[in-house]
């Protein structure tokens, strides 16, 4: 990718002043970027910046104006010499330019219109765009580079490759141009305008460019329709174009592209930029290492236990080594009520909602012999908490 577009690449005018020609014919001009790329590393959806040519905004002014088409038109509403009618008869508008001052610039008017029975405003846009280098977010997916946000790329500098060229070219027969071909390709594609007046009592309109107004257009009931703001869209369009110039660029021989563009940016066309994935990554794997020491210390741990369980068939009944059912058999005092043959579901239902504490308590308490104290679970009214200096017989 040409961080910016090589002088005189794009195009060519017919005169220092008249539009001519565009370089390419009918590119395939989507959301996708032109440009070649090997991606390394990514799976699934990864993100990138790259710099490539892009156009800054360096002056825009914003009008409203009142209009009424279904005012008439004064006969001599045209000044000797204008071929455009008065800006308040028109309803839509995009209009692109390319001026030529101390170097090539391209100024963008879009309008539209907002009406209620023919009468409303007009609010129009006139902006400067000057030819800059620009940093892109983009997504990669399955080795495509599509553009996240055309619209606003970070402006990084303004380029050094807009300079007039006052040679006449034989070859061509006109002038060679920076922007020429960025110009052309958008009015091939954009320019448009929506013409509304009253001619003899009725509302007549003229229209530029249809497949445009039907985008844009909002309402088409009566005879003054509404429309959208086409500005952030047109602009969108032309940086884009300026992306692809800049890809197209890229496959130029180095010899050709080192005397039209910034020494220290011919080197960046052939770069390798680094990127980040996007979505869940397994960080994590098993080393099968650890993995077969976990399980040999899991087997010598069953290894230890299984004998102390080993002839639980010669008990004579079927038993769960569930606590409550072996602290029944060792005649647990709580468990005195339940009978000796319950197995540890019973003992759970019955017993299971039963609070205990473990504490101190008293025990072969009677008036012949002291009382003796021992430390135990049991109901928490049954037992106290333990003090300093109490001796505990059992």
């Avoid at 390419?24 to 490539?52: H, L, Y």
């Avoid at 110009?183 to 594609?189: F, T």
Wanted: with cysteine.
């Amino acid at each position: 990718m040409a961080p910016e577009i090589p002088t005189d690449f794009t195009g060519s005018t017919a005169t220092m002043q008249d539009l001519g020609r565009n370089q390419w014919q009918n590119p395939q001009f989507n959301e996708t970027m032109p440009a070649k790329s090997v991606v390394r590393g990514c799976d699934s959806t990864c993100k990138a910046k790259i710099r490539a040519p892009a156009l800054a905004v360096t002056a825009c002014t914003t009008h409203v104006i009142p209009v009424n088409y279904s005012d008439a038109v004064p006969l001599r509403q045209y000044a000797f010499g204008e071929i455009a009618p008065p800006l308040d008869q028109n309803a839509f508008l995009i209009a692109l330019s390319l001026t030529q001052d101390q170097s090539e610039k391209l100024n963008l008017v879009t309008g539209y219109a907002t009406t209620s029975d023919c009468a409303g405003t007009f609010n129009y846009t006139a902006c400067t765009l000057e030819s800059a280098i620009g940093e892109y977010d983009i997504s990669v997916t399955n080795n495509a580079a599509t553009l996240d946000s055309p619209a606003n790329p970070t402006i990084i500098a303004l380029a050094n490759d807009t300079q007039i060229n006052s040679t006449y070219d034989p070859i061509i027969q006109s002038y060679r141009s920076t922007l020429g071909g960025i110009l052309a390709y958008h009015l091939d594609s954009w320019s448009s305008q929506v013409v509304l007046n009253q001619v003899r009592g009725q509302i007549s309109g003229t229209t530029y460019a249809q497949r445009v107004y039907d985008q844009y257009v909002l309402e088409t009931s009566g005879d003054c329709p509404s429309f959208a703001d086409p500005m952030y869209d047109s602009i969108a369009s032309i940086k884009k174009l300026m992306v692809y110039a800049g890809a197209l660029a890229a496959r130029e021989h180095i010899s050709w592209l080192e005397p039209r563009m910034d020494p220290n940016l011919v080197d960046a066309i052939n770069s390798t930029i680094t990127g980040y994935l996007v979505g869940d990554q397994n960080v994590f794997h098993a080393d099968y290492r650890f993995f077969i020491a976990a399980v040999l210390v899991e087997l010598v741990c069953i290894a230890l236990v299984v004998p102390t369980y080993w002839g639980w068939w010669k008990l004579g009944r079927p038993v769960s080594f569930s606590p409550l059912e072996i602290a029944k058999a060792f005649e647990a005092p709580m468990l005195a009520e339940r009978n000796s043959n319950s197995c540890g579901r019973d003992i759970a239902n019955r017993l299971g909602k039963t609070r205990v504490q473990y504490g101190s308590r008293v025990t072969d308490a009677s008036s012949a012999r002291p009382a003796k104290m021992k430390l135990a679970f049991a109901t928490p009214r049954a037992v106290e908490h333990p003090q300093n200096d109490v001796r505990f017989d059992e």
